[in-house]
C-alpha cells in the first residue's frame, strides 16, 4: 500500500473517479493519506485523520514513504496555520498560499517554509469559541472545510481539529461520540448541538456559545437563537433546524 501527502491548499476528495462527481470532503495542505487504488489519473485514498475516502486526482498529490506517514500518524501532536491565510514557500521560493487548519508540521517532508502563525497542542475549552469566529460569514459548500466554503460538520471538525481534538466527519458520526446532555442549560460554550429532519436522521450539527446562542453553517456561517425547539432565525424569524441531541465532547 502506498502513501501521500496534499501539497497543496485545497483538494477535492470525490466520490467517484472523475470531476463532475460529488465532492464528500477535502484534503488541505499537509493532509496525508493512505492510497488504496491507483489508475491512470485518479487514486482512491483513506484520509488518515478521519477515515473518509474517495478519489482524488493524481496530479494533487506526491507520494511519501510508509516511515513517513507512520510518522506523521504517531507524532502525537499537531501544527496547524492560524490566520485565514498564510503562504509556505516551495523548493524554489515560489509562495503556496495555505488556509486555516492547515497541516504545518509536515513542511519539512515538502521540503517548504512555513513561517506563518500556528497553533499546536489541545487548547481550553473556551479557545473553541474564538476559533470559530474565524470562519463567520464563510459561505456554505458541500464538502468544504475551508473558510472560503464549509459544510456543518466540516465547521465543526475543523474547529475541533485546529484545538487539537478528533471530531468524525459527518453529522451523524460526530453524533456518536461525547456525552449526551439532557437539558441546554447544562450545556457550555464549546458543545454541540444536533438536529434532525422529519425521518428522524441527524442532518445537522453547529457549536453552542453563551447566553442561549448557536454559531453553524446555514448558507454561510452564521449566529442564530438556540432553544428547546432548535435553532430560531431572526432574519427569517422562523425555526431552520430541529433540535434532537446536545453533545458534550470536552
Known sequence: MHHGICHLNIVSIRILAEDSSEMVTQLLYG?????LEKRKFWSKIRDAYDGTEGWIRNNQFVTIEKSDYQSLKNSGENKFSSDLLSYVNDEKKAMIPIVLGSS?????????QFDGASINGKKGKSNLIVTALYYLNAPY???GKSPFGIDASGF??????????????????????GEALSFIEESE????AFFDNNE???????IIMKDNFIIHVHGKVRIDRLDHTGIF?????????KLRVIKKIL
Do not use: C
Not at 493532509?31 to 492510497?35: L, R, V
Open 31 to 35: 493532509d496525508h493519506f493512505k492510497i
Open 200 to 206: 428522524g436522521n441527524i442532518n445537522h450539527v453547529g
Open 156 to 177: 465543526t471538525q475543523m474547529v475541533y481539529k485546529i484545538n487539537g481534538y478528533t471530531l468524525l466527519r459527518r453529522e451523524e458520526e460526530q453524533a456518536t461520540q
Open 189 to 192: 460554550p464549546g458543545d454541540l
Open 233 to 241: 432565525n431572526t432574519e427569517q424569524r422562523k425555526y431552520t433546524h
Open 141 to 143: 459548500l458541500w464538502g
Open 104 to 112: 504545518v508540521k509536515s513542511v519539512y517532508l515538502l521540503s517548504h
